[in-house]
RNA sequence: GCCCCUGUGGCGGAAUUGGUAGACGCGCUGGACUCAAAAUCCAGUUCUCGCAAGGGAGUGGGAGUUCGACUCUCCCCGGGGGCACCA
């Protein structure tokens, strides 16, 4: 018999699937809905073993669901505005489009010789009007909404890709992508308001039973909830400001009377009132600014001030002041951009008074602490306790200091309880050609003036020079100079784009009818959404993720959704990490650079030098290590590759990519062809009546087949790939050991049609010819998911291990539920067991039915 | 600094949730087939003592709960990740 020819038979049934559109879906069925979705690529023009790994996962998942009977959807598109098409058009001199078309076609073809069960005919890519109208329509209706606005901020300024971005987008301090320090410029931005929604997202974790803890927690931790209280301090000492206050915000309200100084940010509106006839307060804020807040920064930083020389009153001490300083470690976004300080209960506030010589003031006595002496050294106590030298306070707990502070506040009009986010709103502009245009006029006369839903679409001008740096679309000739649709007179268009975040936020949805005039055909919607499981990187724990989630708020507030929570299941793969390779000079080699010598050490192929193996990274060209799916899937076929991303590792941790794992899934596949091209036991017909009778080797295939269906289909369901493989090569061992006997080539027939069904999912090329050469005319990918027979899935024999003192000391074969007293005799009986007696009895057998017994001497 | 995850043979990883630790795969060792090689097949493979039968140790380290702990509790160590002048 003939090796499998991966190449033909894969090719074969790929086309045989799209000719039989096997994978084309319906909107609405009889059967249960089930929506599978992996993370969209970027269309960068080739695919990398991450996206192998992805997609492998997610077709796994789609084709299981399919044979178990669901209707699933199961689609595919393209995320294709970004910058990288941009920076082609600079280095190739070739527009964004085209050089995103041709590496959208590209990849799909890779994609296509992967096997995937997708429905082609919903392919969209976010860079086609015809997507992103509907998000130019989305941005007015948010505007009418009160979940879209304009303001003039500091922003993050990514100076290599001479733009702007969010603050989930600045890592380190530094751009996510270009890894450029970031700058922070004051710019005219559209943001979505993303804080509006604060609470319900963060509630809304809770019910996301099926997504990862970590990533739920890192969503927590981004939205950052925290109670505490807004208080009002009037202002003394400046003559022009004599009438104003100054709004602080602080968890800590019930330590008021420890209070020294209060601290506003050096961007402040107040600073900058101050600062405008006051050079050396300018000079201070220059040099807070050219600090930054990165990381680095951060840690050397020292607690800077300058003194005001205005005065707060304090709320509750009759005639008592604080000085107000401009600090450097104050926040302009967070808060109200101004606190009071407690030294004796903040570790910063506490540096900045030592620094500054202010008072230390303890208000809270630690439980243990004896109320007279407590003091504070180097660290400041942000303990609980009982308060101390706080007026009407003193003796509280700090939760009962708290509210009465805060009922003062309320009473007195000088503050009130307050629930303060970390979040900030989403800033969606971006200085960038090759995004969705932003609808907006901007009219000397009228202002800002949305684009009528009547002239849109606003598509990208085709003709633009990458020549000058910037913005091509300020660059225009004609683009942007428009009639306002107000007034009529000469007015300009807004030349930013959306972040391309945007694109990636409604996606999911617009799959549900990706080819509908209007942005979603609403039963579509309704059937369709939540997407089931949705399988993509960790990486996008907070971003895509958390914006996502944003927006299918946003759009249910619009009318356009009933979904809350897009994503009701989340997987999070693990990276492909790869073994990397350095010489001498600490310089990434590439392994086919390297060769072992006479000696066994790793040294560089051509200079003969040493060369050390680093661990295993993430494959990225810059380290080297990188393996091209496309070679892989050339030489040994997408079921090989399939497999092995499956099998070595659990799918949300890591995996290391090996030849040899690759190797060993490619001699499975063979060991599976002979098996059932050149079976040791002649093959019954698909139609042989079962026999009467079964030796007791075939009994046990029989058995371990049917164990086998339910323990993978347990496995899949619960995203085990790698446990499900594991079993089925267990099922395999046992069929190619079966020898002659009773009913033998019934069971071995049995387990085969089995073994096929089983890897499928995983493996569905192969798995669709071994099926037909089993004799089956219809395709396995319509065939449905086997069922286990519950009268085999119990044994009638089990093993009983025997343990003296918790020791193993043998075992024991019983019926299974065998009286607990035959079981113990029997235990009892073992001669290593009376050994350990001496003729004694035990003190204590314990026995736990079809499972141990323990003596216990 | 705070929070989370993680630690099992030479390696990737299993272990019915407290009940025979190491399934399955990789690698390695020996053998068969072959003129030879590749491929394939058979046997072995946690460490350690022993010719063997068998004994001892063993899931990062230490203590504890239990008849019994990879699994539960406490302390410590290593690795990875997230957040971070967040008031």
Sequence with gaps: MARYNVKETEAKWQSTWEKRQCFAVRDFADKPKYYVLEMFPYPSGRIHMGHVRNYTLGDVVARYKRARGFNVLHPMGWDAFGLPAENA???????????????????????????????????????????????????????????????????NWDPAEQTVLANEQVIDGRGWRSGAPVEKRRLSQWFLKITAFAEELLDGIDTLERWPERVRLMQANWIGRSEGAHMTFALTGGADLASASLQVYSTRPDTIFGASFCAIAANHPLTETLAAHNPELQAFVAECNRLGTSEAALETAEKIGFDTGLRAVHPFIEGHTLPVYVANFILMDYGTGAIFGCPAHDQRDLEFARKYGLDITPVVAPPEADAGAVTIGEQAYTGGGRMINSDFIDG???????????????????????????????????????????????????????????????????????????????HHPTWKHVDCPACGKKAERETDTFDTFFESSWYFARFCSPLADEPFIREAADYWMPVDQYIGGIEHAVLHLLYSRFFSRALKRCGYLKTEE???????????????????????????ETVQDESGNIVHAKTGRPVTLGRSEKMSKSKFNVVDPAKIIGSYGADTARLFMLSDSPPDRDLDWTDAGIEGAWRYINRLWRLVTEPALALPDPETPKPAEFSPAA???????????????????????????????????????????????????????????????????????????????????????????????ADENVTIAVQVNGKLRGTIELAKDAAQEDAKAAALQLPRVREALENKPPRKVIVVPNRIINVVV
């Design 566 to 592: 897009p994503f009701a299941g989340l997987l999070t793969q693990g990276m492909v990490c790869h073994e990397t390779y350095r010489d001498e000079g600490g310089r990434w080699l590439y392994p086919e």
């Design 396 to 474: 509280m707990p700090v939760e009962d200091a708290k509210s009465e502070i805060i009922a003062r506040l309320e009473q007195q009009g000088l503050g009130a309880r307050t629930v303060n986010y970390r979040l900030r709103d989403w800033g969606v502009s971006r200085q960038r050609y090759w995004g969705c245009p932003i609808p907006i006029i901007h009219c000397p006369a009228c202002g800002i003036v949305p684009v009528p839903e009547k002239d849109l679409p606003v598509t990208l001008p085709e003709d633009v020079s990458f020549d000058k740096p910037g913005n091509p679309l300020s």
């Design 89 to 155: 058009a600079i280095a190739n001199k070739v527009h964004p489009a085209k050089w995103t078309r041709e590496n959208i076609a590209a990849m799909r073809a890779q994609l296509k010789t992967m096997g995937l069960s997708y429905d082609w005919e919903r392919e969209i890519a976010t860079c086609d009007p015809d997507y992103y109208r509907h998000e130019q329509k989305f941005f007015l209706d948010f505007i009418k909404h009160g979940l879209a606005y304009r303001k003039e901020s500091w922003v």
């Design 699 to 793: 009994d046990a295939v029989r058995r371990l087949t049917h164990k086998t269906i339910a323990a993978v289909s347990e496995d899949l369901d619960r995203f085990h790939f790698n446990r499900a493989v594991a079993r089925i090569r267990e099922l395999t061992n046992a069929l190619e050991g079966l020898k002659a006997g009773a009913g033998t080539d019934w069971a071995l027939r049995e387990g085969l049609e089995a073994a096929t069904c089983l890897i499928g999912p995983m493996m569905p090329h192969v798995a669709e010819e071994l099926w037909q050469r089993l004799g089956f005319t219809a395709l396995l990918a319509d065939t449905p998911w086997p069922e286990a027979d519950q009268s085999l899935l």
